[in-house]
């Protein structure tokens, strides 16, 4: 009897002071179970009470974990959970309401007694078994994210402690199907409520309280009302979202108020910098929440009846609760709330922002399934670009780019920059998605298309008018990523002529195709005023100055000097080589001036005969070795392609047919005319091929 145990209580306050404080304790732990074991009792009976029963058993569950630690009881309660869940198919609940007793449980070979559940086992088994229960029903609530992490639990016990080879295959194809799942099963959004119970007359658990219900799959609020409005019949519904009164709180009657709330999911810091698919990012949009948003628009000033957005501010009501939804019920009470107001230009940027989130979603879907039903597409389409209701962006336009708006109230030009930016953007957003919808859409469909399309065309021009400010002029690239495939990057390599032979040595970028060749060295001390005196010699002066700077490389350590390096010999090239210049195919060259128009020149063969001074090369030395397989010639100076060799003018040689050109031939030092590849011969400039005396091959 209550009674008599408040009058215990007040006895144990004055008469006795030893027994004040644990007394006290003891029988205020007393009253709070005996009140949830009454609200238990009243709500055991009728199919309507359902939830009403759920909650009660969390309250005794809580009670036995935290303020009695009673373990045995708290199991038990448990599974009483279990089974409410079960018929109701809440099988996401169930998996968690599980999750509590085996997070009781370590992996340890310590003996377990057997109840009415599981046989004698040991406390590594029981909770293997009970793991696999609620795997099995995070697979049936579609919460896979929940199930992978046990699925790796449990592979890592059994690829490191029991050795379980089987086990582990089996863990690792149903992770994989899990992952499978989370990719390629569809998924519906859910929609949660914020449901408030007003009055004296509710039950206690629920009296004067705000709960936030996570809904069922496809549930709309006109339904879920109707589920309340059953489980508390006597109920009156509130259609007001204002905050009740304090007359309402202490009435005797009881009031419900409903509205849905927006979820705010926590930032994951792992996918910030990485493109994830919208199907991983779907399931923590509505999964994990602890936080919610609920806007009420207030006119504050002179309301325009011909533009409302102008005084629209919203109201914005933040909501904490105590547990994550999903969690061991469907709804967990409020535990902090606190107002935020927002100010017309900041709500229009959310809304724009919103609506280009959509607009890209639906860009991947219909790119991904284009045989999708297309009449959502088109409807968002027609909402955005032709809005019948509200105006679109056009009253935005002339609510806030006005510019006495930001001189009347200059705290929100930074949301009006802002949200020039984002109609910018959905102007992009929608130019793409345009494209689409005309390539996807059905034959009854196309004059509602053109008929989108012009109105879009009117509408980019006013935007591009009043929006273009710098910040407006941002770049499209993602968005052109997302709706074109990837390409790869052109590489320049040069178009190979005929006679090149097909080897990776002619694929390389950078070529020296188009550069002039070198001049015929001479005398080191003459490099200057051979060089100066190269314009007199017939070539433009812009060739000159390409030659003289490629002529010295041979004389100077910069970076270039690679570009005629000596030859890198191998036998591989020399025999591609000469199979390529003594074929009978025509041959192609390039001219100095960069442009294909001849066949290649071919070097004559250098005469094997040894040098007839050695003291210019310091070693007997053959001039063959400098052939480097560039066919045969007679020692006339007949070419092998018919052409003539001129004394005293070095042979044109195509890069392409070899990198690094062979070493010229030297004029003796009393020449004082500058020799170049273009010069006519000179008379004492005439020898034979086999009277050079001097060694010029650069050295690295």
């Known amino acids: 009897d209550l009674h008599s145990l408040f009058s215990l209580l007040e006895h144990v306050r004055s008469d006795d002071p030893v027994w004040r404080e644990s007394g006290t304790a003891f029988i205020n732990s007393v009253t709070r179970l005996l009140e949830r074991l009454l609200d238990y ?28 630690n009673r373990e045995e009881m708290y199991i038990r309660y448990i599974y009483k959970l279990h089974d409410l869940h079960i018929p109701a198919d809440n099988y996401t609940e169930a998996a968690f309401t599980l999750q509590l007793h085996a997070d009781q449980l370590q992996w340890s070979g310590r003996m377990l007694h057997q109840d009415h559940l599981y046989p004698a086992q040991t406390e590594s088994q029981r909770k293997e078994l009970i793991y696999k229960k609620i795997i099995e029903y995070f697979d049936k609530g579609k919460c896979w994210e929940r199930g992978i992490p046990l699925l790796e639990e449990l592979a890592t016990l059994y690829r ?23 990719l390629y099963s569809p998924r519906h959004e859910i929609i949660h409520f914020k449901v408030g119970f007003f009055g004296l007359g509710l039950p206690l658990f ?57 979820p705010v999911p ?54 904490h609760i105590e547990c994550e939804l999903p969690g061991i019920l469907k709804w967990f009470e409020v535990t902090e709330q606190h107002v935020e107001n927002i100010c017309p230009p900041q709500y229009a940027c959310e809304t724009v922002a919103i609506q280009n ?30 809005a019948a209701v509200n105006g679109g962006i056009a009253k935005y336009q002339d609510a806030f780019f006005d510019p006495e708006y930001v001189v009347e109230f200059p705290e929100f030009s930074e949301h009006v920059s802002k949200l020039k930016v984002l109609i910018s953007d959905q102007v992009s957003i929608l130019d793409v998605a345009l494209e689409l919808h005309g390539r996807i ?31 407006s002029q941002r770049s499209t690239s993602s968005l052109q990523q997302m709706t074109t495939a990837a390409t790869p990057p052109a590489h320049h390599t040069h178009r190979r002529a005929d006679s090149d032979p097909p080897t990776q040595e002619f ?28 314009s007199t010699s017939g070539h433009s002066s812009q060739r000159s100055s390409q030659a003289s700077s490629i002529y010295a490389h041979f004389h100077s350590a910069s970076h270039d000097e690679e570009l005629y390096a000596k030859p890198q010999v191998t036998w591989t090239f020399f025999t591609l080589t000469l199979g390529a210049v003594s074929g009978d195919r025509s041959s192609r060259s390039v001219s100095l001036s960069g442009e294909d128009d001849h066949g290649p020149p071919v070097l004559p063969k250098r005469v094997g ?92």
């Not at 009470?49 to 974990?65: E, G, H, I, P, Q």
């Not at 509408?459 to 009043?466: C, E, I, L, S």
């Open 441 to 471: 859409a059905p034959a009854a469909n196309q004059p509602l298309h053109r008929r989108l399309v012009e109105v879009f065309e009117e509408m980019r021009t006013k935007v591009r008018r009043m929006c273009s400010t710098p910040g």
């Open 206 to 262: 629920v009296r004067n309280k705000v709960f936030i219900y996570r809904g069922v799959e496809f549930e709309q609020i006109s339904g879920f009302s109707q589920r309340i409005q059953t489980e508390f019949p006597q109920a009156k519904m509130l259609h007001q979202n204002t905050p009740p009164d304090e007359t309402i709180r202490s009435s005797d009657g009881q009031y419900i108020q409903i509205c849905t709330v927006k």
């Open 41 to 68: 009792r009243n709500v055991m009976q009728g199919d309507e009470n359902c939830d009403k029963r759920m909650s009660c058993t969390v309250n005794l569950l809580n009670f036995y974990k935290n303020e009695i």
């Open 160 to 182: 490191s402690s029991t050795f379980n080879y089987s086990g582990l295959a089996e863990v690792l194809r149903q992770q994989a199907a899990f992952y499978d799942k989370i």
């Open 609 to 700: 005969k040894k040098s007839s001074s050695p003291s210019m090369f310091g070693s007997e030395q053959q001039l063959s070795e400098y052939s480097d397989g560039y066919g045969e010639s007679s020692m006339d100076g007949t070419l092998p392609n018919g052409g003539v060799s001129t004394p005293g003018t070095p042979p044109l040689l195509s890069p392409r047919n070899h990198r690094t050109p062979p070493p010229p031939p030297i004029p003796p030092k009393s020449t004082s005319t500058p020799i170049t590849p273009l010069s006519p011969p000179h008379d004492n400039y005439a020898f034979p091929l086999h009277a050079v005396n001097e060694d010029i091959t650069p050295t690295n």
């Open 357 to 386: 989130k959509v607009l890209r979603q639906m860009i991947l879907l219909y790119r991904a399934n284009i045989k999708e039903n297309i009449q959502p597409f088109t409807m968002r389409l027609q909402g955005t670009i032709d």
């Open 507 to 534: 694929r390389r970028t950078g070529s020296i195709i188009n550069s002039p060749l070198p001049p015929v060295p001479v005398d080191k001390s003459a490099i200057g005023s051979n060089l100066n005196s190269a």
């Open 266 to 319: 926590e930032p994951n810091p792992q996918f910030e910098g990485v493109e994830v698919d919208d199907c991983i990012l779907m399931y923590y949009s509505s999964n994990q929440l602890t936080k919610f948003l609920y806007d009420r628009p207030v006119h504050k000033g002179v309301q325009d009846k011909e533009n409302e957005f102008k005084t629209l501010w919203i109201e914005r009501t933040h909501y």
